[in-house]
Structures are given as C-alpha cells and as structure tokens.
C-alpha cells in the first residue's frame, strides 16, 4: 500500500515568491494534517481536515498561508508571498483513526 | 500550555540499551507516542502508550508512563546502528481531537 505522498520534495524560492505543496493521503484516511517542522524541532501542526472540512486552523498563519482539500482527498498548502522565516519541512499526515501517518516533507528553502 | 521536553542528544555502543527521556505538561493527555525520523523521511509512528498504563513492551521497546511527573520514556534494547534517528515523543492532549504536541525531538547516535 502506497503512503503519503508529498511533493515536490524540495523547494528553493526567494523571498515575496508564492510556493505550493501537495499532498496525497492513504487511500481510505478521511482526516490530513499539514505540519511544519523548523530545524531541530518537533512538528507544529498547521491545519486538519475532516474530508475536505478544516477543523482546526488555529495555527495557520491566515495572512500568507492557505490550503484547501477539494473533494476531501488530495490538499494543497499554499505560501503567498514567502518570508525568509518559512524555510523550514513541511509535513503531511493521515490518519483513519488516532494513529497518524507521515509523508517524507517538503524541505522548503527561502533565499 | 502545553508543552513536551526532550534532552537533544544521545550517544551509546551498539549492543548496548538506549534510554530516551521526555517530560510533558499536560495530565489530560490521553494517549503518549514515540515516533522515528531517519533523514530526509517522514516520520514513523513505533510505538503508543495509554495513560491508563505503566508499561509496554514491544520487542526490543520498552516504554515507561510516570503519570504521576509526568514522565515518558523509551526503552531500545541491544540498540543496532540502524537505530541512529531523531526520535520524538508526543502528547495527544484530549481524547478523539487527534492533535499532537510533539517533542523537540532527541538524535541518537549509535556508535559501532
């Protein structure tokens, strides 16, 4: 069975660009998370969704940052524009029920 | 607020027992993971206990719950080279919400 798939891995932008990520969950996982990882820390969740609601998005910074999860499977998370400071993995996950799976991240890089 | 600690690194011998330490804050939490990231992947869930539990044991895993300080750790007997990850714990706070609070994570080297 596949897992999470995340891309593009990697991404290098310079500041004020807009960036995008995609995710595609596990087949079946209703609930997706985006993460953001800063180096040498722990993950810091963004966002969830519940299908293609987001039920919590407390954390995301709404001024910049958007996502959206059309028909409740694939998401995006997008940037606009990119500060120096979101250099940083960013993580998708799903889950069909407590235990969440990773995908490998997106490592983004703001120049 | 929440909060879960870690020390940042670890060192030990192959073949020798690695012990990873994690402290958090909030006594609610309801379920308590460790998860292993090699470089450059995603994390990967390896073990989970319930807060009603003291132990588990899942073959070389051990994991120790100290409700009481909250206070988790895990156990890697006969740790292996392929053992050398950033290993994080987290907290899930309220039962059915599926946040996590994770740790800052402790990089273990396993020396040959």
């Known amino acids: 069975e596949a897992g999470v798939v995340q891309s593009p891995r990697y991404k290098i932008i310079e500041k004020k660009q807009p960036v995008a990520f995609w995710c595609n969950p596990i087949?079946?996982?209703?609930?997706l998370y985006w993460y953001r990882q800063n180096l040498g820390q722990g993950p810091e969740l963004l966002i969830r969704y519940e299908n293609e609601e987001a039920v919590d998005d407390s954390q995301l910074p709404k001024d910049r940052f958007s996502a959206e999860r059309l028909k409740g499977v694939d998401s995006t998370l997008k940037i606009q524009p990119a500060e120096l400071g979101d250099s940083a993995v960013y993580l998708c996950a799903s889950s069909l029920m407590d235990e969440q799976f990773f995908g490998p991240g997106t490592r983004l890089t703001v120049l | 607020g929440e909060d879960v600690e870690q020390s940042l690194f670890l060192s030990v011998r192959e073949g020798d027992s690695s012990v990873i330490n994690c402290t958090y804050t909030d006594s609610s939490s309801t379920y308590l993971y460790w998860y292993k990231q090699e470089p450059g992947a995603g994390l990967q869930l390896l073990t989970y206990?319930?807060?009603?539990?003291d132990m588990k044991q899942d073959q070389r895993l051990t994991v120790l719950l100290n409700k009481k300080d909250k206070h988790l750790s895990l156990r890697i007997a006969d740790t292996q080279t392929g053992d050398s990850a950033i290993y994080f714990c987290?907290?899930?706070?309220?039962?059915?919400?599926?946040?996590?609070?994770f740790g800052t994570g402790t990089r273990l080297k396993v020396l040959a």
């Open positions: 987290a907290e899930s706070p309220t039962s059915g919400t599926y946040k996590y609070i």
């Open positions: 206990i319930f807060s009603n539990m």
């Open positions: 087949s079946g996982h209703n609930t």
